[in-house]
């Protein structure tokens, strides 16, 4: 199984908004709600963003929010922060009982 | 407050063995699948391996079956990685995480700081 695909950099200006998307399959993103988004800084572990497409984990700023049409979600962030400056990852459930992450996608905020 | 503490991480050649822990605390450590993700220096996430929370149930990348074996000792709140035949693209950090609702390990709300593994000669 490849990785899903995400771009592999966007960037934006502070106040603006940036959309990363993942492309998969009907194994995968196609078929299953089980997809999440991971915020991870240099050195440090991955945080869970988004899960099952849509929803924020508690303490999740709301300006974090996903979605998905056929085989492919999106991550979108409204009012950019220097904070959001990270690689950020999509994953999810397949039919073969795996998990696929992207590939990741490096934010820059300008 | 929910920690998750891995060990064991080292140098090893090529063919060799390794068993990595992950110590949990903070939750209810048998009602939880877990997982192992591994990033392979300056690369992307994988999905490496989950259980579930009796561990009856377990799942596998490809690229592992046969030589990695995930287990987990719910009296001690532990999960273990006994990764065998190792080669050198199996060097990583790996990350062992909690899975967000309990069941299927596909989403995972925390996860620990990773332990280094490196394969080399």
């Known amino acids: 199984q490849s990785a899903l695909t995400q771009p592999a950099s966007v960037s934006g200006s502070p106040g603006q908004s940036i959309t990363i998307s993942c492309t998969g399959t009907s194994n995968d993103v196609g078929t299953h709600n089980s997809v999440s988004w991971y915020q991870q800084h240099p050195g440090k572990a991955p945080k869970l963003m988004v899960y099952d497409v849509t929803n924020r984990p508690s303490g999740v700023s709301n300006r974090f929010s996903g979605s998905k049409s056929g085989n492919t979600a999106s991550l979108t962030i409204s009012g950019l922060q220097a904070e959001d400056e990270a690689d950020y990852y999509c994953s999810s459930f397949t039919n073969f009982r795996t998990v696929l992450f992207g590939g990741g996608t490096k934010l820059t905020v300008l | 407050e929910v920690q998750l503490l891995e060990s064991g991480g080292d140098l090893v050649q090529p063919g060799g063995s390794l068993r990595l822990s992950c110590a949990a605390s903070?939750?209810?450590?048998?009602?939880?699948?877990m997982t192992w993700v591994r990033q392979a220096p300056g690369k992307g996430l994988e999905w490496v391996s989950g259980i579930s929370g009796s561990g009856g149930t377990t799942y596998y990348v490809d690229s592992v079956k046969g030589r990695f074996t995930i287990s987990r000792d719910n009296s001690k709140n532990t999960l273990h990685l006994q990764m065998n035949s190792l080669r050198a693209e199996d060097t990583a950090i790996y990350y062992c995480?909690?899975?967000?609702?309990?069941?299927?390990?596909?989403?995972?709300?925390?996860w620990g700081q990773g332990t280094l593994v490196t394969v080399s000669s």
């Open positions: 903070g939750f209810t450590f048998s009602s939880y699948a």
């Open positions: 995480a909690k899975d967000l609702q309990g069941t299927t390990p596909d989403q995972f709300d925390c």
